[in-house]
């Protein structure tokens, strides 16, 4: 039986609902609370596979871990400022993904230009463009 899948789509939103979790983090209310939208389960492993998920799981852990608590604060705000807060809180987790990712990217990146640098591939070889697809490959010429 195949298993199923997260698209493109479902991954930038659960991805977007940890840059905006409040509260305390578990895979558990993870779950649950993506359950709904994707209209079936998954497990934690399931989800600690994807590795944007992953990245953005253990920064909203980090997040909330070392966010000062403001008791009362947020609730003594009007609601256009409150709302203006919350979408300043979700930019910010969103950048430092982000940041994180690119990082994680020129580190790879790194590690490409090595190997090829040590096979003897120049930048020329790399930077070369694609052959053009023959889309009528499949047919019976005749």
């Known amino acids: 039986m195949a298993r199923a899948r997260l698209t493109d789509k479902e991954i930038e939103m659960i991805v977007g609902m940890l840059a905006s979790w409040k509260g305390t983090l578990t895979w558990d209310k993870l779950l ?57 809180d979700t930019l910010t987790a969103e950048v430092a993904r982000l940041e ?16 090829a640098r040590s096979r003897g591939i120049s930048e020329a070889d790399l930077n070369r463009e694609l052959p053009p697809v023959d889309r009528g490959a499949s047919e019976v010429k005749r």
């Open 32 to 88: 649950d609370r993506v359950r709904p939208f994707l209209r079936r389960s998954f497990t934690r492993q399931g989800l600690d596979k994807n590795e944007s998920i992953k990245l953005a799981y253990g920064l909203a852990k980090d997040r909330i871990r070392t966010r000062p608590k403001r008791k009362g604060v947020e609730s003594d705000l009007p609601p256009e400022l409150a709302y203006a807060q919350q979408r300043i």
């Open 100 to 115: 994180t990712e690119r990082e994680r990217f020129l580190e790879r990146f790194a590690i490409w230009l090595y190997n």
